[in-house]
Nanobody, 117 residues
Framework: QVQLVESGGGLVQAGGSLRLSCAAS????????MGWYRQAPGKQRDVVAT??????YVEDSVKGRFTISRDNAKNTVYLQMNSLKPEDTAVYSC????????????WGRGTQVTVSS
């Protein structure tokens, strides 16, 4: 059973930084893509950033502030979040996709990020 476990969430003041980690129970080369999603209260879950072995994607609202990266040796994907804003408050979830395209197959339970003003 593949598991994705997030860590690194917490409470931070606006303008601060956090680094989220997503540790996989298997080699992350198993996934064609990995990503970070977030869901704020009362809102749908939206993609924040994705990464493959060749490229990265960062959603426009966090571009220039958030960076996604991977450490293949540690089977871990990171989301570095700088210049945090109150509107970044959400549950952040890690996901992995085995298929080349389509929906993500595996999900972590999520980690809460709260940004105070």
């Amino acid at each position: 059973q593949v598991q994705l476990v997030e860590s690194g969430g917490g409470l931070v003041q606006a303008g601060g930084s956090l680094r989220l980690s997503c540790a996989a129970s298997t080699s992350i080369f198993r996934f064609n893509a990995m990503g970070w999603y977030r869901q704020a209260p009362g809102k749908q879950r939206d993609v924040v950033a994705t990464i493959t072995t060749l490229s990265t994607y960062v959603e426009d609202s966090v571009k220039g502030r958030f960076t996604i990266s991977r450490d293949n040796a540690k089977n871990t994907v990171y989301l570095q979040m700088n210049s945090l804003k109150p509107e970044d408050t959400a549950v952040y979830s890690c996901a992995g996709r085995v298929r080349i395209s389509g929906e993500f197959d595996y999900w972590g339970r999520g980690t809460q990020v709260t940004v105070s003003s």
